[in-house]
């Protein structure tokens, strides 16, 4: 029997990719953000998240999509990581997914050295692929 | 059985306290042996502990503990005297007990050491003989066997478990005795914990003596009341004839421990009338009644609460200052006030006095200066000083390293010492108080102080320093190489300290909790090592600054002051050579631009264009101020201290984050790593020795500093404080202006003197014929010199008053620094050589 899990999915320009929902905390607009001098360019800036400060992190810089895609707002995905709170910069939100363990790949080799560092492997769901994140590696300090 | 396992939870939270106690106390007894209230008090605490193994089935604690209890019996009673060898088998009792406790703590069980060698010692030691009367001790005995059943009672009776204790205390049959005995027990005891049970099963083992007999005992020979004692807690009493209640009272205690309690007080006034015991029990005050014990855990949660508090009001702040409603206004104040109130409250109860830490110091410097054969005396001052539970857990281990250091490596042996013409005993002076909302702790010893000469040598061996740095930097900087990884100037790395690994170790921990460690020494004199640790690290006072239009927060307690320079002003900041410089009340303040710093838009570039004033905030870091050029400055405020996630924490120049008034955040500089990344104070002291520009501000006001400079074998020395950089000047770089000798420097002219040239002394190799001389830029005269000379020496602190007269007179002055003459160089005249340019 395949045992299925439930990811919560969004998009870094066309490509798909999701983290476990018992990751994610909540998923919110975007918010204004305090800028963090010297802190290198994936760290957006500081959110307030009802009193509490999180960091925001630009997943299209982490994972080396090149900023070119539309200027719009991105979203939040605040994940909880080895204790700490990060909100993921992401471009939209996708839907909750339920995926089959059957369906899940290593990561595909024709995924660019950085991006394949960030994530676990692929599912292959109907005419494209959901790319399951290492959050852990994405939160790391760089 | 979760019951058991809380009791004995309790049990070993209990002795641990005690243990920590027993050293103190030990210790002072070894100065005071004839104390009856101390050998009193340590007695009660062995037996304690006696008493609840026997309960818990912990055979070898309570042999062990049994031996020492006789011992300190007769010692109690005056049978014997307290000889050094007794007290070193008691403080090895207690290091038993603690490993015991320690095994039982993480396994359950005693552990497999029976430590027989230490029960024959202590059994030994009893038998030794003193010149005490027989009879006197009989007579004592039986007053002791009454204490005995006294302080059974009243161990019970600090609990709130009143059931134990009536029964505990009915079989027993303790009165009076118990009230007195109950009080000072009680003030032993700070925690209304479940340990009684044991105390009670203790009794019911037959360790004391049958309950009639002893209640009767008690009834004839009541010991002093306490008055004190009396007043508070409901004690617990033996009615004459409630010998025969115990039965009854035993069973119903689970069913109306109320009523057993409360029945008992009134008859505890019958036998207060008599008063036999020669031995007085000391009048303390039940602290039991006082006192409770939290959870860490909810105490952090509060505070946290607080925090968050604390912000809201501040946002409430806000809306109200712009409101024109009376009454929301003044509501407002009253939540601001009663805010700040409860924020102090709650920080009040993490605070700690650092007695805690201290208190396992005389043990220490005990057992160091047997071990190495040295006479040290300890003191003590500002235990009460009080600090956060955090920070008191954080610097318990570096002021052990630093003490320990201090008794191996600073203070001599008794025969160096006399060598020395020192008094043989040396001291150990620790010392710690409040000041501008931090806690200063020092640790001051007599001894041979550092060697620094060594401490240079060594740096350069390891390669922390270049042999030039090691010329250049000051003796208080040489100092503070021992805080560089790796460094050690032991001979002999010994047990005790000396392995290298601590010092940086204790820095680090210090400056991780916000704190800075410094040291001073003398060579031959001394030792000082101060610390600076802030108050607190949660809720500060912060100024708020904007830079780019963002805002960030400063942290007061690094704040000197706040200079505003207005655009048309006269005196501006000058450029040394592309450093901003500004001269503050006669010191060069370096200069330091936040928004270069941060790699954003330069805030005195901003300033300049827009011909706005330039505001800059003076800070202090580690005892070198500079000040930090902003776009502007807002206010003051209180924010609360958040800390950064992971992956922004190696970032050195913020310590946090805070939420603003309106919902902002707002990054906190921390003003140390800022000073550190813009060079104002060197990483690790690496890279080029920039003569502090105010070294002058030593701690100690009666000295000053002179750089040593030499022309072949002449020696000549200027005062540091003028000098503004050292130099070296690169052949063919030297040009004229008009008739004037000058150099292209830092973006502007620098006038340049030959110092051969100008005193007359024999020429050394010119510029021309070396690709690089040595230059010492100097501040004279309103005006910077290059100083050309044949070798940069060294910088040494002399008493103020040579300096100042060598500047006053005419001549140059002339002393003797390091057995080399030395002349003074009086830079006022020296800057007369210099032809206007």
């Keep these: 029997m395949a045992t299925a899990t439930q990811l919560c ?134 | 059985m979760d019951d058991l396992q809380g009791l004995v939870k309790d049990f070993l939270v209990e002795s641990h306290e005690n243990l920590d106690r027993l050293d103190d106390e030990l210790v002072k007894l070894e100065h005071e042996p004839e104390s009856p209230e101390r050998l009193a008090s340590i007695f009660r605490t062995i037996h304690t502990i006696k008493g609840t193994s026997g309960f818990f089935g912990f055979g070898t604690l309570q042999s062990v503990t049994h031996a020492g209890e006789s011992l300190l019996s007769r010692l109690r009673d005056g049978e014997l005297r307290l000889q050094p060898d007794m007290t070193t088998a008691l403080l090895a009792l207690v290091d038993a007990v603690r490993d015991m406790l320690a095994h039982i703590e993480e396994k359950g069980s005693e552990g497999e050491e029976k430590y027989e060698a230490l029960v024959v010692r202590l059994t030994e030691l009893q038998q030794a003989r003193n010149a005490a009367s027989e009879a006197k001790k009989r007579e004592e005995a039986s007053a002791a066997d009454s204490q005995d059943a006294a302080a059974e009672a009243a161990m019970c009776w600090s609990t709130s478990s009143a059931r134990d204790c009536a029964s505990a205390d009915l079989i027993e049959g303790g009165s009076a005795g118990a009230e007195a005995a109950a009080a000072e027990r009680a003030a032993l005891e700070t925690e209304a914990g479940e340990a009684t049970g044991p105390q009670v099963a203790d009794a019911q083992m037959g360790d004391s003596k049958p309950p009639a007999e002893s209640h009767r005992k008690m009834r004839s020979e009541a010991a002093e009341p306490d008055a004190a004692a009396t007043g508070t807690a409901a004690l617990p009493d033996a009615r004459p004839a409630g010998v025969p209640a115990t039965a009854e009272a035993h069973s119903d205690l689970e069913a109306d421990p109320e009523a057993a309690t409360a029945a008992l007080p009134p008859s505890v006034e019958e036998p207060l009338a008599e008063s036999a015991s020669p031995n007085r029990i000391s009048r303390l005050i039940p602290a039991a009644d006082r006192t409770i014990r939290v959870d860490v855990a909810l105490l952090d949660q509060l505070m946290n609460r607080v925090g968050e508090l604390v912000l809201a009001r501040n946002q409430i702040l806000q809306f109200s200052a712009q409101s024109n409603d009376p009454a929301l206004v003044s509501t407002t104040q009253r939540l601001n006030l009663i805010t700040s109130e409860l924020q102090e409250g709650v920080m009040k109860t993490r605070m700690q006095p650092i007695g805690n830490v201290w208190s396992r110091f005389p043990r220490l410097v005990r057992d160091l200066s047997l071990q190495l054969k040295k006479q040290i005396r300890l003191e003590m001052t500002g235990k009460e000083t009080e600090l956060d539970k955090t920070i008191v857990e954080a610097i318990k281990d570096p002021l052990t390293h630093i003490v320990r250091n201090a008794i191996d490596h600073g203070l001599e042996t008794p025969e160096q010492r006399e060598a020395r013409n020192k008094p043989v005993e040396g001291s150990l002076i620790l010392r710690a108080f409040h000041e501008g909302g931090q806690v200063i702790i020092e640790i001051k010893d007599d001894g041979a102080g550092l060697n620094t000469e060594r401490i240079r040598k060594k740096a350069v061996d390891r390669g922390i320093i270049s042999v030039e740095q090691s010329l250049r930097i000051s003796d208080r900087e040489a100092a503070q190489l021992i805080f560089e990884p790796g460094f050690s100037t032991a001979e002999t790395v010994t047990n005790v300290s000396g392995r290298g690994v601590g010092m940086d170790v204790v820095k680090n921990n210090i400056e991780k909790i916000g704190g800075s460690v410094e040291i001073q020494t003398t060579p031959g004199k001394g030792t000082t090592i101060r610390i600076k640790i802030p108050l607190t690290l949660a809720i500060i006072p912060a100024l708020i600054v904007t830079l780019n239009d963002d805002r960030f927060a400063i942290p007061q307690v690094s704040l000197s002051e706040l200079v505003r320079l207005e655009p048309n002003a006269g005196k501006g900041i000058e450029f040394l050579q592309g450093t901003p410089v500004y001269r503050l009340r006669n010191r060069l303040l370096p200069i330091v631009d936040l928004g270069t710093q941060l790699e954003l838009p330069s805030a005195l570039e901003c300033c300049r264009k827009e011909g706005r004033a330039i505001n800059i905030v003076v800070l202090r870091a580690d005892d070198r101020e500079f000040g930090l050029v902003v776009d502007a400055i807002n206010d003051t405020e209180e924010i609360v201290v958040k800390p950064l996630s992971r992956m922004l924490k190696s970032l050195p120049i913020y310590a946090g984050a805070t939420i603003m008034g309106d919902g902002d955040v707002a990054l906190i500089l921390d003003v140390l790593g800022l000073a550190q990344k813009s060079k104002i104070l060197l990483e690790h002291r690496h890279g080029a020795a920039c003569p502090s520009v105010e070294d002058s501000s030593d701690d100690d006001q009666s000295q000053g500093s002179l750089l040593i400079v030499s022309l072949g074998s002449r020696r000549y020395a200027l005062p540091l404080q003028s000098v503004a950089r050292l130099e070296e000047l690169r052949s063919g770089t030297v040009e004229f202006a008009g008739m004037q000798e000058v150099v292209q420097y830092r973006g502007s002219i620098l006038p340049i003197l030959r110092l051969d040239a100008v005193l007359g002394v024999p020429t050394f190799l010119a510029p021309e014929d070396r690709d690089r001389v040595p230059m010492v830029v100097v501040q004279a005269a309103g005006k910077s010199i290059g100083i050309l000379v044949e070798q940069i020496n060294d910088i040494v602190s002399v008493p103020a008053e040579t300096i100042d007269a060598s500047q006053r007179d005419v001549t140059t002055a002339s002393t003797v620094i390091h057995d080399r003459v030395t002349d003074i160089l009086n830079l006022t005249q020296l800057a007369g050589y210099v032809s206007a340019c």
């Design chain 1, 9 to 142: 999915t969004f998009y870094l320009d066309d490509q798909l990719f999701g983290v476990p929902v018992a990751e994610v905390q909540e998923v919110i607009r975007y918010q204004r953000m305090t800028p963090v001098p010297l802190a290198g360019p994936e760290v957006r800036g500081l959110i307030n998240l009802r009193g509490q400060i999180v960091t925001a992190l630009d997943l299209r810089q982490r994972v080396g999509i090149a900023h070119n895609g539309p200027a719009r707002q991105p979203m939040n995905v605040v994940i909880r990581s080895d204790g700490d709170v990060v909100s993921l910069l992401v471009d939209e939100i996708g839907d909750v997914q339920t995926v089959d363990e059957a369906d899940f790949e290593p990561v595909p080799t024709t995924i660019p050295e950085e991006q394949r560092r960030l994530v676990r492997g692929a599912y292959k769901l109907d005419g494209q692929l959901l790319l399951l994140l290492n959050s852990r590696e994405a939160t790391a300090p760089c």
